[in-house]
């Protein structure tokens, strides 16, 4: 018989703002300027309409951020729950030292500034920003992201759905305009990677780190190409 999951207690209406706040492209840490890839995959002819859209997302969704970025995410909010600085540093390290190429490590790196910068101005006297922003070379992405919504007092699974559905929309706008595609086209790729985006959570909240990776050689491949590309509207 299926586990039946009980129905969470609803989020006070100011937690459930900030994290819409936090999942929105208007948030100003420059996810709207990256298309970690996809634009290089539209160059090479791998993504040239809807559909090929649509599947691209869902395996970068499901084999790499539900197996990297938003894996660590939990650990990380966890951690910053805790005050424990040196696991956040740890955390920091490993999504670092595994984004294949320089653009992927410059964005996970600019937007966690960005996200630190946002953070010391919201929450000035919290200690674990001004550690967060010690991290070195910088903060990264979900690291930043697992502090916001530390700070902010969201549940662990809904600070990952934010995140994951802020990552869905931004791409789905990159979608359409590098493909490009029309504004239907890009709602009917978000509807599919909202409808998968609970199971990804889900088993990012019980994978055990020794299945973490972020290991995609073919965007690994596609992104370096993308830093020499000729044309471009993006910064990965």
């Known amino acids: 018989m299926p586990r039946v999951r009980p129905a969470p207690a609803p989020l006070p209406a100011a937690t459930l703002l900030q994290l819409m706040w ?20 539209v ?14 997302l869902d395996d970068q969704l499901t084999l790499a951020l539900g197996r990297a970025d938003l894996a660590v995410l939990a650990r990380c909010a966890q951690a910053w729950q805790r005050g424990d600085v040196a696991r956040a540093a740890e ?10 190429s320089s653009e992927l490590r410059q964005q996970t790196e600019q937007m966690g500034r960005s996200l630190q910068d946002w953070l010391r101005q919201r929450a000035p006297e919290d200690p674990r920003v001004a550690a967060l922003g010690a991290l070195r070379p910088a903060p990264c992405w979900p690291v ?5 919504v530390t700070v902010i007092g969201a549940p662990l699974r809904e600070a990952l759905l934010a995140h994951g559905f802020g990552w869905a ?3 789905a706008q990159a979608a359409i305009k ?8 890009g709602q009917r790729i978000l509807a599919r990677l909202s409808q998968r985006l609970p199971d990804v959570v889900d088993q990012a909240l019980t994978l055990p780190e020794s299945q973490w990776q972020a290991f995609t050689p073919g965007l690994a491949i596609l992104s370096g190409q993308h ?8 910064r990965s």
């Open 22 to 41: 936090l999942a929105s492209p208007a948030l100003p840490v420059g996810g709207f300027s990256y298309s970690e890839g996809l634009e290089a995959a």
């Open 43 to 56: 160059e090479a002819g791998r993504v040239t309409n809807e559909a090929q859209a649509a599947d691209w």
């Open 91 to 100: 955390l920091n390290d490993w999504v670092r030292l595994t984004r294949e």
């Open 144 to 148: 930043a992201f697992g502090l916001a």
């Open 169 to 171: 929309e931004n791409m």
């Open 178 to 185: 590098a493909v490009p595609l029309g504004q239907s086209a």
């Open 227 to 234: 830093e020499a590309q000729y044309s471009r509207l993006f």
